[in-house]
Each structure stands twice: as structure tokens, then as C-alpha cells.
């Protein structure tokens, strides 16, 4: 890739991101899902504090079904914090800002190269990382999980993560080309990041209508989202600046 490139969509990102070197929370006090969510969703329960509220990009994977359908079988991204945004202007556009520049990105450029660190600006505090895990309950199929324990303000924190499974959602109120706005519950107790996760704010994710059974291949389809993280038992006390 150009480096001229590369270095455009890191500028571009950086509204949202700041000196790692630098980089310190903002509180999250007077900030909260609630009144975002459609009547359709159920609110995180009323005594959880909001830990974490993040913007992610990755791609949602699929493979094709036999009724000649696509199935979700997992996603991977990288989670931003935003808390710095939370109070501002920015926070309810950041998602189409990243969407735009993932779209856009040539064949070949990660996630990470769209947001993180160059010379130039050194910007966007990774947290972690969300990927699919088999269900740690022993049950069929494959949970969400977001891990933060090999990145960011709890590195080396073996607790830093949460496996869940969806409790309440809804199709996003943006359009079908949208993945759902979903709650999720921790359901592994080993993982203290978080006791529910939110997704609101998506923004593309979702796999063609049809497909043929056996010869069409898997796909990755990009997208863009927030996610919130309610009642966390291991609250950044080293990482931050």
C-alpha cells in the first residue's frame, strides 16, 4: 500500500483517537444507552454502570447454507474506546466515519491500518478485540466474545474478557444492508469484562440475499458499530495514562 494512502485514512480517523502516549479516559458519567435503544431492545439492567462504550470495524463471516442462504458463522474487529466522544458531536457520527473509510480501504488493509498509529498522528486507543469462540457451556454453535486482554488498558489481565449470548435485539432501524442492534449476556463467569454487551449504531455487516449450497464461497462482509459494556468487575487501574 502507498504510504501516502495509509497516512490519509489515519488522519482521517484521528478525530476519534488520540496519543496513545497521552491518551487518558474520559469519564462516562451522564452517559448511557438508555434512550438510544428502540422500545423494541431491553435495556441493560438498572444497577450495571457503563464500563466501556467503543466504536469496532471488522467483517461479519458467513458461509452458505443448504437452503442456499447465508449463515453467520462468526466476525472479527478490533474495539476502539470513544469515551472521549461521548459527550460530543462526534459520537453519533463515528460509525459512518469508520464505515466509509473501511469501505474504502484498498484490498489488503486491515482494520488496524484504518485506525491506529503512524508517525503523524499516533493515534486511537485500542482496547481488544471481538471474535467468535465455541459456546463455553458445551452447547452447539459458536458465542461472541470480546477480549481485551492482550491490547490496550488491561493487558496481561486474564479476566479482561466476556463470552455471551444474545438476549434481546431488533433489525436495525437504518435499513436492511444493517446487522441487528443486540443486548447479549456474559454466560463463561471466568470472564469479568463485562456482564452485558450492547450493539447499537451498526452500519452495514449484512450478507446477499441468496447463495448456492456447495458452490458458493464463505464471504466476509465489512462493518462498522458501537458496542457498550455494562458492569465490568475489572475497571482500567493500569494502561491509562
Request: hydrophobic share 35%; glycine share 8%; aromatic share 10%.
Amino acid at each position: 500500500m502507498r504510504p501516502f494512502l495509509l497516512s490519509t485514512l489515519v488522519v482521517a480517523v484521528s478525530a476519534f483517537g488520540v496519543s496513545a502516549n497521552k491518551y487518558k479516559p474520559c469519564s462516562l458519567d451522564g452517559v448511557d444507552i438508555i434512550g438510544r435503544l428502540p422500545d423494541t431492545i431491553t435495556p441493560p439492567m438498572a444497577h450495571l454502570t457503563l464500563s466501556f462504550v467503543t466504536a469496532a470495524i471488522g467483517s461479519q463471516n458467513y458461509t452458505c447454507s443448504p437452503n442456499n442462504n447465508y449463515t453467520l458463522v462468526g466476525a472479527v474487529a478490533e474495539v476502539y474506546d470513544i469515551s472521549c466522544l461521548a459527550k460530543s458531536d462526534e459520537f453519533t457520527t463515528v460509525q459512518d466515519k469508520l464505515i466509509g473509510l473501511w469501505k474504502s480501504a484498498p484490498v489488503g488493509v486491515t482494520p488496524h491500518q484504518v485506525t491506529s498509529s503512524s508517525p503523524e498522528t499516533n493515534a486511537n486507543p485500542l482496547l481488544g478485540y471481538h471474535y467468535f469462540v465455541p459456546n463455553p457451556l458445551g452447547q452447539p454453535g459458536n458465542s461472541p466474545k470480546w477480549d481485551f486482554t492482550s491490547t490496550g488498558a488491561l493487558y496481561g489481565n486474564e479476566e479482561a474478557f466476556v463470552t455471551a449470548a444474545r438476549f434481546t435485539g431488533d433489525t436495525a432501524p437504518t435499513g436492511k444492508q444493517d446487522i441487528d442492534w443486540v443486548g447479549t449476556n456474559a454466560i463463561d463467569p471466568a470472564g469479568l469484562l463485562a456482564a452485558q454487551v450492547y450493539r447499537t449504531d451498526t452500519r452495514e455487516g449484512q450478507p446477499p440475499s441468496e447463495c448456492r449450497f456447495g458452490e458458493s464461497p464463505d464471504i466476509q462482509v465489512k462493518y462498522a458499530c458501537k458496542y457498550w459494556f455494562y458492569g465490568s468487575a475489572v475497571p482500567a487501574e493500569s494502561g491509562w495514562a
